[in-house]
């Protein structure tokens, strides 16, 4: 008949034993607990903190996008009065500049030659340098024209 107590050394190392195995099983499954709720916590700091950064570069992404579509529309709308005028601005220089050559090499191939070129409002005089030219008559075809000769050094 048992009192309740243990009488025998086994049963008393075997209750001491299993006293001591609930609590570590208590310990553990606290430790247990304890270490789910705080995994918890921190998984969910982590998603909030995904969230708000993929948030932000949504919005930022979607608000540079916003701004680069603008400026797309706005060259579209402006761009090809730009482009015309670019074109026209170029044609002309390089009108200008076509004729601004072709007069510096007229005006040196003349004096070159001898010859100097007066614009008057009466009309355009060629004048011949004495020591450059002379004034021949020539027969050229069949015919007698007048014709400078360049008298070369």
């Not at 932000?56 to 015309?84: A, C, G, M, Y």
Request: net charge positive; proline share 3%; aromatic share 8%.
């Amino acid at each position: 008949m048992k009192t309740g107590k243990p009488t025998r050394l086994s049963e008393k190392l075997n209750a001491e034993l299993d006293t001591i195995r609930q609590g570590y099983a208590a310990s553990m499954a606290s430790q247990l607990e304890s270490f789910r709720t705080e995994l918890t916590d921190i998984a969910s700091d982590a998603r909030r903190t995904i969230e708000t950064d993929i948030r932000f570069f949504l919005n930022d992404s979607k608000s540079e996008l916003q701004r680069r579509s603008e400026t797309i529309r706005r060259w579209l709308t402006i761009s090809p009065w730009v482009i015309v005028g670019l074109i026209t601005v170029w044609i002309a220089s390089m009108m200008a500049a076509s004729f601004f050559w072709t007069v510096h090499l007229t005006r040196s191939e003349l004096t070159e030659m001898g010859l100097t070129r007066i614009e008057r409002p009466e009309g355009t005089w060629l004048i011949l340098d004495p020591s450059k030219t002379r004034l021949r008559t020539c027969t050229m075809g069949g015919q007698s024209i007048t014709c400078i000769r360049i008298e070369e050094n």
